[in-house]
């Protein structure tokens, strides 16, 4: 980096960090380590006031979790909708996330379906990369479901899932 653009390191990875965060290959969301405590759990509370972080990096990472955020609520808009118009989709999600929320979306609406309520999300960011370019992380989320259903679009009514309609049940051992 020139010394002319030193001064613009921070305002230079910022812009990064949202062109990475927005394709869908630099931010990997997992499901995992959820368990019914942390379902059952509510979502925090943000601060009044912030407190001052030892992380150097946790402006950054606020922002990635900020774009985060608002790639789920666009996400939820599309398949509440069964529409792309006025989500702001196409600002947040990267080619192959973008296409495959256009297949879901397709799936909904051939079959008369729309997504009610909210997932709840508990996004924490487990790793960030400034170095690459574009910059990288990596976000680790228990999103808990429970309040976010498949709805018939014309009745209202909760549509079984594939589960429900073979009569499977989510034990191990097929009971």
Known sequence: MTTARQHHTRTTRFRTLLTAATIA????????????????????????????????????????????????????????SGSTKDTGIEKVAGDKAYSK?????????DNGSIMKGEPVLSPTVTALDMTKTPAAGTITDCVDTTAYIQVNKESGRPVETLTEDFGLSSGSDGS
Do not use: H, M
Not at 101 to 109: G, M, W
């Open 101 to 109: 929320i256009q297949t879901t979306r397709a799936y909904y609406v």
């Open 25 to 80: 290959t630099t931010v990997a969301a997992v499901t995992t380590g959820c368990t019914k405590e942390n379902k059952a759990s509510p979502p925090p509370s943000p601060a009044v006031s912030p407190t001052p972080s030892a992380d150097p990096q946790a402006a950054e990472k606020d922002a990635l979790l900020g774009v985060y955020r608002a790639f789920w609520e666009a996400q939820r808009k599309v398949y509440a």
